[in-house]
């Protein structure tokens, strides 16, 4: 669907903008800083989404469940994902190549 996990040449010029939602300049094969940046904020958004869905699940499920054990292994569970979550959130929030840098890579083509 409009190339997300595919090669970028692969794809045609408005299907890989279609993919990125943003404008590319794609004369001269350049990502702008705005699409790097638009793709760093979803990735966190994800990361956010994901482990608040893990949460609920765990929540639905302490509502359910009846017997001791069962409530607090969904209790450290639910425990673990949060740590894990944040530890993924931050790791994506501070990661190395800032966004800045990344708008000077080019795609890559054959």
């Not at 997300?4 to 990502?31: C, P």
């Not at 699409?35 to 869905?53: G, K, P």
């Amino acid at each position: 669907m409009h190339g997300t996990g595919r090669h970028r040449w692969e794809l045609s010029d408005s299907d890989a903008k279609t993919a990125l939602l943003v404008s590319v300049t794609f004369s001269s094969h350049y990502l702008t800083s705005d699409s790097i940046q638009f793709w760093y904020l979803c990735e966190l958004f994800y990361v956010i989404a994901n482990c608040l869905l893990k949460f609920a699940i765990g929540y639905f499920y302490l509502r359910v469940a009846i017997e001791r054990w069962h409530i607090w292994a969904i209790r450290i569970l639910m425990l673990g994902t949060v740590l894990c979550g944040l530890v993924y959130f931050f790791l994506v929030l501070l990661q190395c190549i800032p966004s800045k840098h990344q708008s000077s890579a080019r795609f890559h083509t054959r």
